[in-house]
């Protein structure tokens, strides 16, 4: 059974950084592209980054370009997502996925697994 359990989120004044974690089980790792979205109020859940098994391929969403950075540790069965100069619109559940098509990183429909989900909230 996959599980994907997320961490990491929490309250955060705009300007401000978060490190989410996400922890795989009941996959092997090294074969998934994972990926990291989002979902704030009214809105439809969005991909934000993802990065392909090898962790050398990666996407990002405009909105968050130069400031997100996704990594992953294959030996840890363990995918982040470093997010700095947090905005208020970055609030969100920000939701890891994980996908067995992993050229498909970057497509949203892809992503067959999800976490629970873990709240991010910017204060402005």
């Known amino acids: 059974q996959v599980q994907l359990v997320e961490s990491g989120g929490g309250l955060v004044q705009a300007g401000g950084s978060l490190r989410l974690s996400c922890a795989a089980s009941g996959l092997t790792f090294s074969r998934v592209a994972m990926g990291w979205f989002r979902q704030a109020p009214g809105n439809e859940r969005e991909l934000v980054s993802g990065n392909s098994w090898s962790g050398r391929s990666t996407y990002y969403t405009d909105s968050v370009k130069g400031r997100f950075t996704i990594s992953r540790d294959n030996a840890k069965n363990t995918v982040y997502l470093q997010m700095n100069s947090l905005k208020y619109e970055d609030t969100a559940v920000y939701y890891c996925?994980?996908?067995?098509?992993?050229?498909?990183?970057?497509?949203?429909?892809?992503?067959?697994?999800w976490g629970q989900g873990t709240q991010v909230t910017v204060s402005s």
């Open positions: 996925a994980a996908t067995r098509v992993t050229g498909y990183y970057d497509r949203p429909s892809a992503y067959a697994y």
